[in-house]
C-alpha cells in the first residue's frame, strides 16, 4: 500500500526555520517525482515546489524561491523541505505528494499532511 | 488569488447533475491537461480526474471533466451526500514551471 507521512511541523517564530519529512512506502520511491503543497487555514491548495525522481529538476513557486529548498533521499525513501525565514504567511498544512509517472504536477497521491504555524 | 477562476460554492440536491467550471489562461489550461482533486472535510486532498477526462481506479463514473480552449469543467451526476467537499481544478502552468490550481469550490449537498 502506498504510504506518504509527513512530520516535522510545529509552531516557529517568524524568521526562525524548520525541516519537513516525508517517508515513504509501499512503491518504488526513487522512480517517482514528488512535490510539496500548503494549504493556508481555510485557504485553497498552493503548490510550493517539486524535485525530479533523481533530483536533477527542482522546482519552486515564487514566493518561497531563496528561503525553501526540497531534497530527498533515494536510499531512505525520504522528502523533505527545509523552510528558512518563515513568515506569517508560510502558515499552512504541507502536503507531500507523489506525481504520477511522466506526468509532472498530477499528484495521484498524498500524505496526511503536517501543520507548520509561523507567530511570534 | 488564484491563478485558475473556480466558482466559490455550488449546490445540489440528490440525484442530480452539477457542474463546476475552471477558467485558465493559455499558459496553463490552453496548453495543458487538466486534473480535478476533491478535499473531504478534514482529508487530504485526492485526485479525481486527470488529462481531462480521466477517472484513477476506483473513483466512480458519475464524476466526468472536460476542456475546451482555456476552461475546464467537472461533472458530477447522481449526486450523494458523500459527495459533498471542496473541488480544486489544477493544471501546469508553463510561465511558473510549476502546477497551478483554482481557488477551490465548495459543493454543498441539499
Known amino acids: 500500500e502506498v504510504q506518504l507521512v509527513e512530520s516535522g511541523g510545529g509552531l516557529v517564530k517568524p524568521g526562525g526555520s524548520l525541516r519537513l519529512s516525508c517517508a515513504a512506502s509501499?512503491?518504488?520511491?526513487?522512480?517517482?517525482?514528488m512535490n510539496w503543497v500548503r494549504q493556508a487555514p481555510g485557504k485553497g491548495l498552493e503548490w510550493v515546489s517539486s524535485?525530479?525522481?533523481?533530483?536533477?529538476?527542482?522546482y519552486y513557486t515564487d514566493a518561497v524561491k531563496g528561503r525553501f529548498t526540497i531534497s530527498r533521499d533515494n536510499a531512505k525513501n525520504s522528502l523533505y523541505l527545509q523552510m528558512n525565514s518563515l513568515r506569517a504567511e508560510d502558515t499552512a498544512v504541507y502536503y507531500c505528494?507523489?506525481?504520477?509517472?511522466?506526468?509532472?504536477?498530477?499528484?495521484?497521491?498524498w500524505g496526511q499532511g503536517t501543520l507548520v504555524t509561523v507567530s511570534s | 488569488q488564484s491563478v485558475l477562476t473556480q466558482p466559490p460554492s455550488a449546490s445540489g440536491t440528490p440525484g442530480q447533475r452539477v457542474t463546476i467550471s475552471c477558467s485558465g489562461s493559455?499558459?496553463?489550461?490552453?496548453?495543458?491537461?487538466v486534473n480535478w482533486y476533491q478535499q473531504l472535510p478534514g482529508t487530504a486532498p485526492k485526485l479525481l480526474i486527470y488529462?481531462?477526462?480521466h477517472r484513477p481506479s476506483g473513483v466512480p463514473d458519475r464524476f466526468s471533466g472536460s476542456k475546451s480552449g482555456t476552461s475546464a469543467s467537472l461533472a458530477i451526476s447522481g449526486l450523494q451526500s458523500e459527495d459533498e467537499a471542496d473541488y480544486y481544478c489544477?493544471?501546469?502552468?508553463?510561465?511558473?514551471?510549476?502546477?497551478?490550481f483554482g481557488g477551490g469550490t465548495k459543493l454543498t449537498v441539499l
Open positions: 488529462r481531462n477526462n
Open positions: 509501499g512503491f518504488i520511491f526513487s522512480s517517482y517525482s
Open positions: 493559455s499558459s496553463n489550461i490552453g496548453s495543458n491537461t
Open positions: 505528494a507523489r506525481d504520477q509517472v511522466a506526468a509532472a504536477g498530477t499528484s495521484e497521491r
Open positions: 524535485i525530479s525522481s533523481s533530483s536533477s529538476y527542482i
Open positions: 489544477a493544471a501546469w502552468d508553463d510561465s511558473l514551471n510549476g502546477p497551478v
